[in-house]
């Protein structure tokens, strides 16, 4: 299976804020839309970074409560790792699990056109073993 077909199940939406959106208003969004990070994006739709649950943990551990009124600029990642809609499920499990992040946006030809959480990408994953499975012990049955 590829990041492609949990983009056409899941749908393209990528939630996004601009850079100088205060980090307690992302975390309201990120409570609201249960989901685990917000793509921040400039003014010309430009991809700025990335903000996680883990950099407003990070963020408040750092800088105490004054972090909530900072900009998501001052704590997002700037250096953002994408995936391809071409993608293997198992390649961008192995990204995420080597870079130690759990959200990838997907880019075709230099557009954004959707992200994937490992969260989709177990779910599947566990889906196309339970299937691999289902088949063999139908083949071991018929052989039998
Ligand atoms: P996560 O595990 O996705 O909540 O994120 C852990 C850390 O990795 C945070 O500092 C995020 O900003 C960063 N991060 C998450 N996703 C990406 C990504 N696709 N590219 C670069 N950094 C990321």
Redesign the pocket.
């Known amino acids: 299976m590829l990041v492609e077909t949990i983009l056409k199940e899941k749908g393209r939406e990528v939630v996004s804020v601009a850079p100088t959106t205060p980090v307690a208003e992302a975390a309201k969004i990120l409570s609201a839309r249960r989901i685990?990070?917000v793509l921040v994006r400039d003014d010309g739709g430009g991809i700025a970074?990335?903000?996680?649950?883990?950099?407003i943990v990070?963020g408040i551990a750092d800088h105490g409560a004054a972090s909530i009124a900072m900009p998501v600029s001052a704590l997002?990642?700037r250096?953002?790792?994408?995936a391809s809609p071409a993608d293997t499920l198992d390649a961008v499990l192995a990204v995420?699990t080597e870079?130690?992040?759990?959200?990838?946006?997907v880019l075709e030809n230099g557009r954004l056109v959707g992200l994937v959480?490992?969260g989709d990408v177990v779910k599947r994953k566990i889906e196309e073993v339970t299937e691999e499975a289902e088949g063999l012990r139908a083949f071991v049955q018929g052989a039998g």
Request: glycine share 8%.
């Open positions: 685990g990070s970074g990335i903000l996680s649950e883990r950099d990070r997002m990642t250096d953002v790792v994408f995420m870079r130690r992040f759990r959200h990838l946006p959480s490992i």
